[in-house]
């Protein structure tokens, strides 16, 4: 499996660069919203909505970076993974609750999907990648490729709700 890895170098270029900068948009974002005094009080909403999109990039980028490093066996970097899909499940647990005690904005069902379903899918893939690999090793490297690229567009997704409902719904009320 390591060998079919190299075939997929391209792709995890393309994944983790676009993570990694979409990581360092949304710190530029999110310094210039909290610039607007209106919006200071929703710290527990950015808990609950800005900060899984950069979990999502961050595990994509981890993704990325594990396998492009030159690796002899294939059980260590998706250990790795399995417990970064693990660590993902649990955070996704922790959005819902956060999701549900902010008073900012009011959760609608693709909130609940973009934020809960879609997020605990992709990691319930890179959890499941180390026990997967013995059974299906060809295609346990696409489910984990489809998991990376899930999270990268949950997260251009999310951050482009976060962004236009703080710009056009929130800015649009404090005028």
Known sequence: ???ELADWNNFYVMVGSASGALIGLQ???ITLIAQKPQLR???DTAAAFLSPSIMQFGVTLLVSAVFLAPWISERFPLGLLSIAGI???GYTGIVAIR????MFYHPDIQDGIFHLLLPAAAYTILAGSLVAVSLFPHETLFGIGAAALLLLCIGIRNAWDNIAYMV???GAEAE
């Open 1 to 3: 499996m390591v060998a």
């Open 27 to 29: 710190f530029v974002v």
């Open 41 to 43: 009080g929703a710290g």
């Open 87 to 89: 660590v993902g499940i």
């Open 99 to 102: 999701m549900r005690r902010q």
């Open 168 to 170: 056009f719904v929130h």
